[in-house]
């Protein structure tokens, strides 16, 4: 479900679960930190490229599995969603994302924690957790209002709208836009420049890039895990997951 391949000094990590869009199961969570803890490892890679397999990039949490965890009849493997988070946050080398298509929750809310993001023009970005009944997450909370400014942020975050990729742009969440077939080119060649560079220099300066965003990204993600788990199997997410299952829209209008 996770594919790892070399290029030279550029290691690149796909999500492959097409038939599920590469949406992230407990396999997939573990799968994916045990990828970046190999590739923070290795002395031999200065540059990480996260894609996605098929038509989507990831559409986020697997939403069956939500509903068992919600229910308490599901755990979240080794890692789960919070050791990928510590990880993400730590990740000491340069993260380049290449979101390939449709980007839902962590698909989405990971270019908050990317270095440089290239979209392909056909990608296009939801942040569901409103018409879920959850809260962001991800540090998205802290990461979107400081890159985008706040009423963009807030309407990514709140609104549970589809964002084209033109959108994401223009908000400043991305740092190129590409035709779908030059979208792993393009990104290729620029993760080329940074890993023809010293990996010393290029972790020393994502370090001091970062190191101002990490007291505010920590507290965000308290914040975050805090509202998640108040509204985790509420009656609004009961709702929402009870809705998808029935394939229907939710109706929140009798729900506080």
Not at 68 to 81: K, S
Not at 108 to 124: I, K, N, P
Not at 164 to 193: I, N, R
Request: net charge negative; glycine share 8%.
């Amino acid at each position: 479900m996770i594919d790892t391949a070399d290029t030279g000094r550029i290691r690149t990590i796909t999500l492959n679960r097409p038939e599920a869009k590469n949406a992230m199961n407990a396999m997939m969570w573990d799968g994916l930190t045990e990828a970046l803890i190999a590739a923070a490892d290795d002395s031999s890679i200065a540059v990480v490229v996260l894609t996605g397999t098929g038509d989507a990039f990831c559409a986020g949490q697997d939403i069956y599995e939500m509903a068992t965890i919600a229910a308490g009849e599901t755990t979240q493997g080794t890692y789960g969603f919070s050791g990928l988070t510590d990880h993400l946050v730590s990740f000491a080398k340069p993260l380049i994302t290449a979101v390939n298509g449709m980007g839902l929750g962590f698909g989405a809310t990971v270019l908050g924690l990317s270095d440089l993001v290239f979209l392909s023009s056909q990608a296009r970005l939801k942040f569901p957790f409103t018409s879920l009944g959850v809260a962001p997450e991800l540090a998205s909370s802290y990461t979107f209002p400081a890159q985008i400014g706040r009423q963009n942020a807030t309407w990514a975050l709140m609104s549970s709208e589809w964002l084209s990729a033109d959108d994401v742009y223009e908000m400043g969440l991305a740092f190129k836009v590409c035709e779908p077939g030059d979208l792993m080119a393009t990104t290729m060649a620029h993760a080329e420049v940074l890993a023809s560079k010293p990996i010393s220099s290029l972790m020393e300066c994502k370090r001091t890039i970062t190191h101002a965003m990490g007291a505010a990204i920590a507290e965000a993600r308290k914040q975050e895990d805090a509202a998640f788990a108040k509204l985790l199997g509420g009656p609004a997410n009961i709702e929402a997951m009870q809705a998808f299952a029935e394939k229907r829209q939710p109706d929140f209008s009798g729900i506080d």
